[in-house]
Nanobody, 120 residues
C-alpha cells in the first residue's frame, strides 16, 4: 500500500549536478515531513535534507548551500537537487516519509534507495 520510489541516481563527475525524485503513494503526502537520507558501507544512515509540511527546509552541514530539497504536493513527489557534487557525496540515497500523530504515534516509510556515484 505504502510505496516510495526513488529515481535519478547515477554517475556524475565532481562538480556536477543531479536531481533525485521520490514518488510517494499510499500516504497522505501533504501531512508528511519528507526527507532524504544517505548511507555508505560502514556508516550510519544520515539525514541529508528534510522539508516540512509547510515547506520549511533543513540540511546537513555537509550539503548546505549545494543541495536543495523541494516538494510538489500535487504530484506527491519530493525532489533533491544536488549541485557541486563531491566524491564524498557518493552513497545510496533514500527517501523517507515521516508523520507524527497525536499522543506519540509515528510512522515512517522508506524507499529502496537510488545510488549516486561521484567520481572522475
Amino acid at each position: 500500500q505504502v510505496q516510495l520510489v526513488e529515481s535519478g541516481g547515477g554517475l556524475v563527475q565532481p562538480g556536477g549536478s543531479l536531481r533525485l525524485s521520490c514518488a510517494a503513494s499510499g500516504i497522505i503526502f501533504s501531512q508528511n515531513v519528507m526527507g532524504w537520507y544517505r548511507q555508505t558501507p560502514g556508516k550510519q544512515r544520515e539525514l541529508v535534507a528534510a522539508i516540512t509540511t509547510g515547506g520549511s527546509t533543513n540540511y546537513a552541514d555537509s550539503v548546505k548551500g549545494r543541495f536543495t530539497i523541494s516538494r510538489d504536493n500535487a504530484k506527491n513527489t519530493v525532489y533533491l537537487q544536488m549541485n557541486g557534487l563531491k566524491p564524498e557525496d557518493t552513497a545510496v540515497y533514500y527517501c523517507n516519509a515521516h508523520r507524527t500523530t497525536v499522543f506519540g504515534h509515528t510512522s515512517d516509510a522508506w524507499g529502496r534507495g537510488t545510488l549516486v556515484t561521484v567520481s572522475s
